[in-house]
């Protein structure tokens, strides 16, 4: 079943994907568990499977909940 891309392609761009990647800080390979979007303050993100926003994290104290995994839409 085809899908939509999360964000419009023509605004913003993948910037990471989902898998095995080299840490920033540590240079080692780690496990990323999603995918990163670049993209700016009101740019429409979407879902590409049916769900319901369970967490919009975009400040510091929200950010701890998810586990440091930086300003998040996490629909399930």
Known sequence: MPTSPP???????????YGVRLGRSTGRPTFH????FRGRRGDPVFSVQPGTVEVIARDESQL???GGYGN???IA
């Not at 023509?10 to 994907?17: P, V």
């Not at 568990?33 to 990163?36: E, K, N, P, R």
């Open 64 to 66: 701890r909940r998810t």
């Open 7 to 17: 964000v419009d392609p023509s605004i913003s761009k993948r910037t990471s994907g």
């Open 72 to 74: 998040v839409v996490a």
């Open 33 to 36: 568990a999603g995918l990163d």
